[in-house]
């Protein structure tokens, strides 16, 4: 069971000067000039590892997650091999997973995800409430990378509404929610349809985020309605927004579209 410190043939209580060593002297040996194609998969793990190890944040995440979920089986024992027998049991393809992601086989892990339904597969019915968020956030970031933002938008609003219910995540909330607030901004409107997009931002403004994100997501709902022509509401929901932020940006255009319909 390779460890994102095994990659980097480093001990857990490695510094950062000597898990940048490592990286430094692994990733020569997987130059293309050197390894060639077969190198390129490898490179990839390698790179994931040492950008989780060298976050503070994100090698604490990972030291927790890593050591609950794995660390109590031995060496002598497949776990992978145990779990990839039982197909037909959503528990253990819950759990195979989060195996699969920790261990950086991402494509393995998606895989399984989606041949069990993907969003419909409610992996929270069969792993501890901890793992389920763990996991959960993992395959929202590698959704995203595939360009799946809006399958990985739904995740992460469960995530924090979950965490809103009852706090998990703590001081890495912040990073949830910025991951999710950063993709919204650059990548969701031109991954879904408007009347979906409109969904979207309403999920968002019942998870309680300050005032002038709210605002922001109550400008792109009015733009998208106006999309839609449907121009009262449209004009309703700006007003909401300016009442949360009277100094929104960008809204010059939204206003001269309104006006022009209410003359």
């Not at 419909?120 to 069969?126: A, H, I, L, T």
């Not at 949830?176 to 349809?193: I, P, Q, T």
């Not at 206003?255 to 209410?262: A, V």
């Amino acid at each position: 069971m390779t460890s994102h410190y095994d990659l980097l043939k480093i001990n857990q209580n490695a510094s950062a000067q000597e898990i940048k060593k490592a990286f430094r002297e692994r990733a020569k040996r997987l130059h293309p000039d050197i390894a060639g194609e077969n190198g390129a998969e490898q490179m990839r793990k390698l790179l994931a590892a040492y950008e989780t190890l060298s976050d503070n944040n994100r090698r604490f995440e990972y030291d927790r997650v890593y050591l609950r979920v794995v660390g109590k089986y031995k060496e002598s024992f497949n776990y992978r091999t145990y779990l990839r027998e039982k197909q037909d049991e959503p528990e253990s393809q819950a759990k195979l997973i989060f195996f699969e992601l920790l261990h950086l086989e991402e494509e393995t892990a998606i895989s399984i995800w989606k041949e069990k339904g993907g969003l419909n597969f409610n992996m929270e019915k069969y792993m501890d409430r901890e793992d389920w968020m763990d996991c959960t956030f993992i395959i929202a970031e590698e959704l995203a990378k595939r360009g799946l933002y809006y399958e990985a938008f739904v995740l992460l609003v469960r995530l924090i509404r979950e965490e809103r219910r009852r706090p998990y995540f703590k001081h890495f909330t912040e990073e949830v929610e910025s991951f999710l607030k950063e993709m919204v901004r650059l990548h969701l409107k031109r991954a879904v349809d408007a009347e979906t997009y409109v969904e979207c931002m309403e999920d968002l403004l019942d998870l309680g985020f300050p005032p002038k994100d709210e605002a922001r997501w109550l400008r792109s709902i009015a733009e998208a309605l106006i999309h839609l022509g449907e121009m009262t509401e449209a004009e309703k929901i700006f007003r909401e927004a300016l009442k949360r932020d009277p100094g929104l940006p960008n809204t010059v255009r939204l206003r001269r579209i309104l006006q022009g319909i209410s003359q």
